[in-house]
């Protein structure tokens, strides 16, 4: 049987050429106005250079989404990059817009994010690790913000704040179930307010959610300033810009706040930016970063978090929403292995041809086509490829595709980079240039209040029955409201396993109950947060972690990072 090699072993292979070139195909000039080299294969954009753009006409933006994830994998990312160099392979001038992996995942269960086979993004072991730094940028300014709001009610207290009513969290980069809950405070000089207080995952951070959503450093501090810290004990809303804090945290993050530029296997440029959580925030690389590709190439391929139910949703009503993006293609991407399990296939009995099965988890996949549709948008279907795939299996996909009249391309970049993506690029600039395949609209107005956008999403994306939820719940959607908040997009976090809260139901659920335990406010980002059902937003770590197999080889090279 044949051996195939790591993606690892993969990415080491590629003999990347020097950051310069890769950014010379997208008319970026070799001088440091432009972009500032981090070593010799990533560069960051400057924001001198890219002011230079504003009046360019943009280019076409592609959304990459999948079908519900399971555990036998989608391969969102390695389709996104396959996708870009498919469409660089044709003659087409591309960049691909990803998000930056945190170091949770990358140790944790899912492994990193740089995609896979023949279709990934390079240098691999920097992108999965500590990158640009750009994640420790963001766990440091929100660490700073904690820092100060301690800081501030050990030296008196002038704003009077209640110390159990402090909503802002710590943060760090990993996977720790140990730091969810602590105590602080409880010995020392600040022990007269000891207080319970936490750790999200830097993903999870507000900090994360505003720095993909600003754009530029102005509309970053700004927002920054907005955060909602606590409460002070009358119930007044106390923001960051109280503690004069935005300032000091716009300088630790004006770095980190410029896209980084690597490059593909192919040595097809890709820029990777910021990274929020798909559950608890929007789940997309920055604004910034998408805006910037726009105007540096005729077409943008990027992606959003987890199945199209929370990611794509989410992309569409709150980063294009706020950004005023609109999107000329969906792709949505789907495995035999995937859609079997959707039918009842558990993952160890995946191996055999089970066209059954398959055709019952098509209705998982069947679901998200319909609920892209409800954006005005027409997807295509990218089928992609594992070895262990039967021909009868694909023809299952493809002939429910035709019978429905989508569009589905065979995708076989995993294994041959961008020559298996030809056929779904050339589908994409087609359905790009036929503009009346785009009538791109949100879900939801502004100014319909907030449960009832809750319950749009529920009742058009989930296709549940309704929403339900105690009286403190509605209570405080409704100060939301009163404080002028009414506007702003809802960010459902719930499972990404089924359409339901209950990770179990596979396929296309309906007519269920989705239960809100909590809303959340983020001020600075300008949406509400919405939890469903058990949402961690600090994880912890599987029982055999991908950490357990990452080590250096007698070389001094990194292995068992995937």
């Known amino acids: 049987m044949k051996k195939f090699k790591s993606d690892i072993e993969i990415a080491r292979g590629c003999k990347l050429k020097p950051i310069s070139k890769i950014l010379k195909k997208i008319n970026v000039p070799d001088n440091p106005s432009a972009f500032s080299p981090m070593g010799r294969h990533i560069a960051k954009i400057n924001f001198d250079f890219l002011n230079k753009l504003k009046k360019k006409k943009d280019g076409y933006l592609i959304l990459v989404t999948a079908i519900t994830p399971t555990p036998a994998g989608e391969g969102k990312t390695t389709t996104s990059v396959g996708l870009n160099d498919g469409l660089n392979k044709i003659g087409k001038k591309s960049i691909v817009c990803l998000r930056e992996p945190s170091l949770g995942p990358s140790f944790g269960m899912k492994g990193g994010a740089a995609g896979g086979g023949y279709a990934q993004v390079v240098p691999m072991e920097q992108i999965n690790l500590h990158f640009t730094g750009d994640f420790h940028a963001i766990t440091s300014a929100h660490n700073l913000l904690s820092a100060m709001i301690d800081n501030h009610i050990y030296w008196g207290n002038k704003l009077n704040i209640d110390e159990k009513k402090i909503v802002w969290k710590r943060v760090i980069d990993m996977n720790d179930r140990a730091l969810r809950f602590i105590d602080i405070n409880t010995s020392g000089v600040a022990k007269d307010f000891r207080r319970i207080d936490g750790f999200d995952i830097t993903v999870a951070s507000e900090v994360m959610a505003i720095f993909c959503l ?34 000091p945290m716009t300088v630790l993050l004006k770095e980190a706040i410029r896209p980084n530029v690597t490059q593909s296997l192919e040595h097809n440029p890709a820029i990777i930016h910021g990274g929020p959580f798909a559950n608890i925030a929007h789940g997309c690389n920055s604004v910034i970063a998408t805006t910037a590709a726009l105007k540096l190439s005729d077409y943008v391929v990027t992606e959003a978090g987890f199945g199209a139910d929370l990611g794509a949703e989410k992309f569409l009503d709150i980063k294009c929403r706020k950004a005023e993006l609109k999107p000329s293609c969906v792709v949505i991407v789907a495995t035999i292995r995937a859609l079997k399990m959707h ?147 809802v960010c459902i976090a719930k499972t990404q396993y089924s359409f339901s809260t209950d990770p179990k139901l596979k396929g296309a659920p309906s007519n269920h109950e989705i239960p809100i335990r909590e809303v959340r406010l983020s001020s600075g980002a300008e949406f509400i947060v919405v939890v469903c059902g058990s949402i961690m937003t600090m994880p912890g770590l599987p029982k055999v972690p991908a950490a357990n197999n990452i080590k250096l080889n007698k070389k001094g090279e990194v292995e068992g990072l995937f």
């Open 214 to 247: 600003a754009k530029d450093l102005n509309d970053l501090e700004k927002k920054i300033g907005n955060i909602t810290i606590a409460y002070n004990k009358e119930g007044q809303s106390i923001f960051a810009k109280d503690l004069n804090a935005q300032g």
């Open 343 to 489: 039918g009842g296939v558990e993952k160890e009995n995946l191996k055999k041809e089970d066209t059954n099965a398959l055709k019952k988890g098509l209705v998982n996949l069947e679901r998200h086509i319909f609920n892209i549709k409800k954006f005005g948008l027409e997807p295509i279907v990218a089928i992609n490829h594992f070895a262990l795939d039967t021909r009868k299996e694909i023809e299952v996909v493809l002939n429910f595709c035709k019978n429905i009249n989508v569009q589905v391309s065979e995708c076989k970049h995993w294994a041959m980079g961008g020559k298996g993506a030809t056929d779904l690029a050339k589908k994409v600039v087609k359905t790009c240039k036929d503009l009346k395949k785009n009538n791109f609209k949100l879900l939801y107005e502004d100014n319909l209040n907030l449960w009832d956008k809750i319950e749009k999403i529920v009742k058009e994306i989930y296709r549940g029955n309704g929403i339900t939820a105690n009286e403190d719940v509605k209570e405080q959607l409704k100060v939301f409201e009163n404080n002028g908040y009414k506007s702003l997009p």
